[in-house]
């Protein structure tokens, strides 16, 4: 069965950077795209942006430009995201999913991104 | 930067029906904004329903189902149940990228 187990928790201090992981396991990882999206503790969801893993372009959202990064490693059917110049306001469940021809539909468990001082 | 706008909040009756809608900032919600809604519980992961506008999962249960209506995207729950009580969220995908709805929390009572 398709499964995207991402790292565990992280807690790290403003100004520094974050890297999540998404492991992917039960279909072929170079044929679909995967999406990162974040939600802020009692707050909505924000796409963050996506990664077409066969050929590796990317598409990041306009509020997170510059801050972001997304990649894979497909011998190992890994995504990361990472963020850097961390903020406070940064601190959110981080969640990855695939995302192929406009259809969403497995998501990781999430990881919680703490940032604080 | 397109908005996207759902009701805050609504409140059924178990055995009803409620109707919950995703209108989106820079106009009619058509085919081309590719629809998707999301059910999510306190300290889950949000869990798939709905794609491209009507489209369901399989393990979407039957009494969800998807549409256009007027100018926006709507997500209706016949025979509503305890267990639907959640926070949903649509998706609209404009512009070459993805935006969520602030999420409608759905109260059974």
């Known amino acids: 069965q398709v499964q995207l187990v991402q790292s565990g928790a992280e807690v790290t201090k403003p100004g520094a950077s974050v890297r999540v992981s998404c492991k992917a396991s039960?279909?072929?990882?170079?044929?679909?795209?995967i999406s990162w999206v974040r939600q802020a503790p009692g707050q909505g969801l924000e796409w963050l942006g996506w990664i077409n893993v066969k050929n590796g372009k990317t598409n990041y959202a306009q509020s997170l430009q510059g801050r972001v990064t997304m990649t894979t490693d497909t011998s190992t059917s890994i995504a990361y995201m990472e963020l850097r110049s961390l903020r406070t306001d940064d601190t959110a469940v981080y969640y990855c999913?695939?995302?192929?021809?406009?259809?969403?539909?497995?998501w990781g468990q999430g990881t919680l991104v703490t940032v604080s001082s | 930067q397109t908005v996207v706008t759902q009701e805050p909040s609504l409140t059924v009756s178990p055995g009803g029906t409620v109707t919950l809608t995703c209108a989106s900032s820079t106009g009619e919600v058509t085919s081309g904004f590719y629809p998707n809604w999301f059910q999510q519980k306190p300290g889950q992961a949000p869990r798939p329903l709905i794609y491209?506008?009507?489209y369901k999962h399989s393990w979407t249960p039957a009494r969800f189902s998807g549409s256009l209506l007027g100018a926006k995207a709507a997500l209706t729950l016949s025979g509503v149940q305890p267990e639907d009580e959640a926070a949903y969220y649509c998706?609209?995908?404009?512009?070459?990228?993805?935006?969520f709805g602030g999420g409608t929390k759905l109260t059974v009572l």
């Open positions: 491209g506008i009507g």
């Open positions: 998706l609209l995908f404009h512009g070459g990228a993805w935006f």
């Open positions: 999913v695939r995302d192929w021809d406009y259809q969403w539909h497995y």
């Open positions: 039960g279909y072929t990882f170079t044929n679909f795209g």
